[in-house]
């Protein structure tokens, strides 16, 4: 009996053991099923509207494209050079507004995010009237870094039909910041689904309807954008964002100097990721027969471009999350959103990357029907699959650095691996071994995007994520201003 009994024993005790270690995996896949969902309340819109807003430069250059070698090689530049710089640094300043808004949200201030929209208003509008020589001297401009004297002009003639755009992403990137960090990205969706069919239409009656040629092109980009920011503004201000808009407020112009400094690290840190492929098409206009070689090139970056809105939804959908739980106090959850969102985004590069190595003879034809353009973007497909794959990880912790405040330190590593160590790697293979476009991207990507990824994850396992709470508890006393609706 006693040996009965204690046989019963071992095997209650080994039940309760088993079914102890099913309710913790259990709770482990909960977790990890519930931090996805609210990750993809945030990632499933912004890439539909990532797609959205991208693919209107992309159909503009995808009609363009057909029009001739030439107008397609100045769509490219302007597309990757003029609005491609500018987008990069207007886009990395509104960023702050992640940081600042996400976190703000996680701890109930909700007045905030109206003042701090406002305050990025201003400060992205001053930079838009500084950047405006960019457009005014586009010509000038790129004939003195070598670009050829008919790609120039072309480009230069073009360049003042999208000063309205310059001045919509002033508008657009704060106000899609303010509605993202209240998790009202359907309406952000909406809005950027209307623009785009609004972009299809106008494009094709400028370009056929009324055979306005490339003018009529390049002309046809204002109308989404300007809609999109019209749309968003309307819900904003007129009863869809009751407790975070409470109307325009003089505290707006107060703070500038401190909001415009992390601004300022956010603007650093992304456009120096943005330019740095930007760069390598401008660079390609250097090259022995630079129609084909800019060609191709726009295209493979056209193409990542595209699948680049997945690993940046993730990199928005990460830093909402990121600053909501630091600005709630929770470090574990927010590197426990870190992990499930790195891994997320991974498997879909690791899909995508697959999907080009399979494709890789068919994706020219959305965009050119030149054999020599096709073929040499046959060749490129590699180097698209691998940049795929790496961007697939690396705007995703720097969505962990917009959350968690420290930008600064994500631009600086930027520099360091892209300029100092990519650039001149890529340079390099060009000049001395004479590999062409092929060296000049192989080298950005082998001697920067993967140095600097690397960094950047070593970066991220050894946050203490608590003292990230604790300084998100203390950026917000130091910002936050009285409701002025007490």
């Not at 209107?56 to 530049?77: M, P, R």
């Not at 050079?81 to 808004?101: D, I, K, R, V, W």
Request: charged residues 10%; glycine residues 10%; proline residues 2%.
């Amino acid at each position: 009996m006693e040996k009965k009994d204690a046989g019963s024993k071992a095997i209650e005790e080994a039940t309760v053991s088993l079914l102890n270690a099913t309710e913790e995996g259990g709770g482990v896949t909960r977790e990890i099923w519930t931090e996805t969902k609210k990750l993809w309340y945030i990632v499933g819109p912004a890439i539909f509207t990532g797609l959205a807003t991208n693919s209107i430069l992309v159909i503009t250059q995808a009609f363009g494209g057909h029009l001739g070698d030439l107008e397609l090689a100045a769509i490219s530049i302007i597309n990757n050079f003029t609005l491609g710089f500018n987008y990069g640094l207007l886009l990395g300043t509104a960023s702050a507004m992640e940081t600042l808004c996400g976190q703000a949200f996680g701890a109930r201030k909700y007045y905030m995010l109206g003042i701090y929209m406002q305050r990025c208003w201003i400060i992205l509008f001053l930079c838009c009237i500084l950047l405006l020589p960019m457009y005014l001297f586009a010509t000038p401009i790129l004939k003195f870094i070598g670009q050829s004297d008919d790609i120039a002009e072309l480009t230069g003639s073009i360049a003042l039909c999208v000063i309205p755009v310059h001045f919509a992403y002033a508008f657009f990137f704060p106000l899609n910041r303010f509605l993202q960090c209240q998790l009202k990205n359907k309406v952000i969706a909406i809005s950027a689904g209307v623009s785009l069919a609004a972009h299809i239409l106008v494009c094709w009656f400028f370009v056929y309807g009324y055979n306005l040629g490339i003018v009529g092109t390049m002309a046809s980009v204002n109308v989404p954008w300007w809609l999109n920011i019209i749309i968003l503004f309307v819900y904003s201000t007129r009863g869809g964002c009751t407790d975070t808009w409470t109307g325009f407020s003089s505290e707006a112009f107060t703070g500038l100097l401190e909001f415009t400094k992390l601004s300022a690290s956010s603007g650093i840190m992304l456009c120096l990721e943005n330019w740095y492929y930007k760069i390598l098409v401008v660079m390609t206009g250097n090259l022995v027969n630079a129609k084909i070689a800019v060609d191709s090139l726009s295209i493979c970056m056209s193409v990542n471009s595209w699948e680049m809105m997945i690993p940046l939804a993730f990199f928005a959908g990460t830093g909402v999350r990121v600053a909501n739980e630091l600005g709630a106090g929770n470090g574990k959850g927010a590197r426990f959103a870190t992990i499930v969102s790195i891994a997320l985004s991974l498997i879909i590069g690791l899909f995508f990357t697959v999907l080009v190595q399979i494709l890789h003879g068919q994706i020219g034809l959305i965009f050119s029907s030149s054999e020599d353009v096709l073929n040499e973007v046959d060749n490129l497909s590699g180097l698209l699959a691998f940049t795929i794959i790496l961007n697939s990880v690396q705007p995703v912790i720097s969505g962990v650095a917009v959350g968690s405040g420290w930008q600064s330190y994500v631009a600086y590593t930027t520099l360091a691996c892209y300029y100092l160590i990519g650039l001149p790697c890529g340079l390099t293979l060009d000049w001395i071994f004479n590999f062409g476009v092929k060296g000049i991207w192989a080298g950005m990507i082998f001697g920067g995007t993967a140095i600097q990824t690397l960094i950047l994850i070593v970066i991220t396992a050894r946050c203490d994520w608590d003292h990230e709470a604790h300084k998100a508890s203390m950026r917000i006393q130091k910002w936050s201003v009285p409701d002025e609706r007490n």
